[in-house]
């Protein structure tokens, strides 16, 4: 035999080892291996927990869950998916081409259940129960949905949740976050994600290779989310919102003492409810509309301080001794600062520096600022905690901007003039504070001298945080300075000329400055900032209106939210 032979019977001898091989797996061992193969299928089926709630400082609930009902369909079980889904759109009050979309759009394989729709309502969940008796494709399950039961009301403060994105997924996924899962975005859900999602538990089965369940392997049982408990009075919260009444801006109360904000609130706002429901057109809505409804103008958006710098300004004077209660400015409606002439609102003749924080007279800050050089002006703000994040644990504060002489010459390589000077001792220029910048100024003014750092998560999961975050930074001013500048505040409301004279016919006496910031081509910034009752402060107060007027408009809402802070008992 040749060496063609002997290759011919090596190929012949190895084809029948395999065809002996087959003829034991398929024939004699197939019955075992079948058996082996229906029951080694094992599968999870998830079982959400709920995300924690957030509550008031009261206990009351702001945000929590609902049970929601979605639909599904299991294919193998379908005999005629079009006749099915036609029922269900009887059912379920649902356009049959929607749910034909989303069977197309959710499906993976016959063994795996399809969601047709989501969270439709108990009344609906019973009568499509009653379907599924002859149906027994269809299954409808539960989850726990995000529930806003006051709609927008401090949205700000509160943040919605949403399927995560791939930004956020990419930093968090060493931390157990995984594609889908649903995540807190602005706000308290976003700063405190991780306190209050909860874990997934869920059910391990068999199943065969129909995708039928065998036997089930075990249960773990999901874990709810911590619950928040934030520093907000929801009382106060409403009557706040209810007073800014749809005007653009944003209000803050804050405790003097310790910082715990009382109430935020910031508009044009949002229903975090549009985010559950995944309604796109609204949802594309916000992003759009250029009135920036996700931003939360209290501690995201900076702007010109205005006269309510001026607090800024006679401080510095008065700890550097270029005034004092005696001296005296007069002002004939305009003040010259080299060749070029500053104007100001109003002719207030002789003021001192009482009179002149009461007035808001720019012609007497003109000539103090000059006195005091830009430098100290900027070195005294940020005493006073300009130009600096407070630390509140919300996302994207802003830090706002004061300038300086040094700043400009490194920055822009260009001088800083007296005319500079002048307007920068009015808030004007390049100067820009946040809304919660401005209350923290005033509270020290309130609490005779502490700047605090303003917070808004008092517990968490029960645990009280809210003694380790009472910090107290020492505003290192003469007694005799914040007296002075207390006493310009005071007749800003009491003095009949004074710009906050409207809030003087209030049961409870109120301390403060109005401000109206320039903007270019558009209507002044209105602000009010201030503190009450002045005999023992427990509130400081900062309403700002973008484009909302002059601080007169400031200061009549400040009144308003007073007045029905005061009608229901909560001064």
């Not at 709609?151 to 403060?157: D, E, I, K, Q």
């Not at 996302?395 to 260009?414: C, V």
């Amino acid at each position: 035999m040749g060496r063609k032979g002997i290759l011919n019977l090596i190929i012949i001898f190895l084809f029948g080892v395999l065809m002996v091989g087959l003829l034991n797996l398929d024939v004699l061992q197939g019955a075992k291996f079948r058996m082996l193969s229906d029951n080694n299928s094992i599968r999870l089926i998830p079982q959400p927990g709920a995300r924690g709630n957030i509550l008031d400082r009261n206990g009351q609930v702001i945000v929590d869950n609902k049970i929601s009902y979605d639909v599904m369909i299991l294919p193998q079980e379908l005999d005629h998916v079009d006749y099915v889904l036609t029922r269900l759109s009887h059912i379920l009050s649902i356009e049959a081409a929607q749910l034909k979309a989303a069977f197309k759009k959710n499906f993976i394989s016959s063994s795996v259940p399809v969601t047709v729709t989501s969270n439709i309502d108990l009344k609906k969940a019973i009568l499509l129960g009653e379907y599924r008796a002859e149906e027994p494709s269809i299954i409808i399950t539960t989850r726990p949905l995000r529930h806003y039961p006051y709609g927008a009301l401090a949205s700000h403060v509160l943040g919605y949740v949403n399927q995560i994105d791939r930004w956020r997924l990419t930093k968090l996924e060493d931390y157990g976050y995984k594609t889908k899962d649903i995540v807190g975005f602005g706000g308290v859900e976003e700063r405190y994600d991780y306190y209050l999602r909860q874990e997934e538990g869920g059910l391990s089965v068999e199943v065969n290779h129909r995708g039928k369940v065998t036997r089930v392997l075990g249960f773990q049982s999901p874990s709810n989310g911590k619950d928040i408990e934030l520093t907000i009075d929801l009382k106060i919260q409403k009557i706040v919102e209810d007073c800014l009444d749809e005007k653009k801006g944003s209000v803050i109360l804050m405790d003097p003492l310790n910082g715990q904000i009382l109430a935020m609130a910031s508009y044009p706002n949002f229903n975090p409810a549009v985010f559950v429901n995944n309604r796109s057109s609204l949802i594309a809505g916000l992003f759009n509309n250029p009135d920036a409804p996700l931003i939360n103008r209290a501690i995201s958006s900076s702007y010109p301080p205005a006269s309510i710098f001026k607090v800024v300004v006679s401080s510095a004077a008065l700890e550097l001794k270029k005034i004092n209660t005696t001296t005296s400015f007069f002002c004939q409606g305009s003040t010259m600062v080299g060749t070029r002439k500053f104007s100001c609102w109003e002719t207030h003749g002789e003021q001192n520096v009482f009179q002149a924080i009461a007035h808001s007279c720019d012609v007497f800050f003109y000539k103090s600022g000059l006195l005091c050089g830009a430098q100290n002006i900027h070195d005294y703000a940020l005493k006073l905690g300009l130009a600096k994040i407070t630390g509140l644990e919300l996302p994207y504060e802003t830090s706002g901007f004061i300038p300086s002489p040094l700043w400009r010459k490194i920055n822009k390589f260009q001088s800083w003039f007296d005319g500079d000077t002048a307007n920068f001792a009015i808030g004007q220029g390049d100067c820009l504070v946040t809304p919660l910048q401005v209350t923290n100024m005033m509270a020290a003014f309130a609490n005779g001298g502490f700047l605090t750092s303003p917070y808004i998560v008092k517990a968490i999961g029960g645990l009280d945080f809210s003694a380790k975050k009472k910090k107290l930074m020492l505003v290192n001013f003469k007694k005799s300075t914040f007296n002075i500048v207390n006493n310009g505040l005071a007749r800003v409301v009491s003095d009949a000329k004074g710009t906050g004279n409207v809030l003087s016919t209030l049961p409870v006496r109120v301390a403060g400055k109005t401000g109206t910031a320039q903007v270019l081509r558009k209507t002044t910034h209105a602000w009010f900032a201030g503190y009450f009752p002045v005999e023992k402060p427990k509130f400081v107060i900062c309403v700002f209106l973008e484009n909302g007027g002059p601080g007169y408009a400031a200061s009549v809402i400040a009144k308003q939210i007073i007045e029905e802070m005061n009608n229901q008992g909560l001064i």
